[in-house]
């Protein structure tokens, strides 16, 4: 029996050439992900979320909510998160370069599905601390928790309420978990 001694390292030039077939396509480090689309339930979690961070972001001004197909893209990987919030982009051109230049966010959102658990407690999660986003939230509405990491913090696995208090607002986001799950 054969046995692979090489693991593929993905470009970005190759997941950019990828079909545009329903499923979303992330590069972490040359590892390539494909996710189907998500069900009702995920995307409910990310409208309630959406909702409750909107005004919040909009009267401190910390910037916008971004949904899917908005990108981080950092070392060579690109990833589309859920959720993130950042501020938007000084000199958009309209085109992929937009996204190399693009500010790093303030609070990235994961929902966690049964395809994404390991990338996005592990991969992800690096990337994106690496990469000097300020929080990083993993929703998991199966154990109906939010996991709240910030980099030189402990995690934080929330089951009833979370605060956010991001540098520049006067005052924190406090919400219950329930509310978004």
Do not use: C
């Amino acid at each position: 029996m054969a046995v692979a001694t090489q693991v593929k390292r993905w470009t970005l030039e190759e997941l950019h050439r990828l079909p545009d077939d329903g499923n979303k396509y992330e590069l972490v480090r040359g590892e390539l992900f494909v996710t189907p689309p998500p069900g009702d339930e995920h995307e409910t979690i990310a409208a309630r979320l959406s909702e409750l961070l909107t005004p919040y972001v909009r009267e401190h001004g910390l910037g916008l909510v971004y949904r899917p197909r908005a990108v981080v893209r950092f070392d060579e990987s690109e990833v589309e998160p859920d959720l993130m919030v950042r501020q938007p982009h000084p000199d958009r051109r309209g085109n992929d370069s937009d996204w190399d230049r693009a500010p790093i966010p303030v609070l990235v959102v994961e929902i966690l599905s049964a395809y994404t658990r390991r990338r996005d407690f592990n991969e992800k999660k690096r990337l994106y601390l690496d990469a000097g986003v300020a929080e990083y939230w993993i929703v998991d509405p199966e154990a109906r928790t939010i996991t709240v990491m910030k980099p030189g913090q402990p995690i934080r696995v929330e089951s009833t309420q979370v605060i956010w208090s991001p540098t520049g607002a006067d005052l924190p986001l406090t919400f219950e978990v329930a509310s978004i799950l």
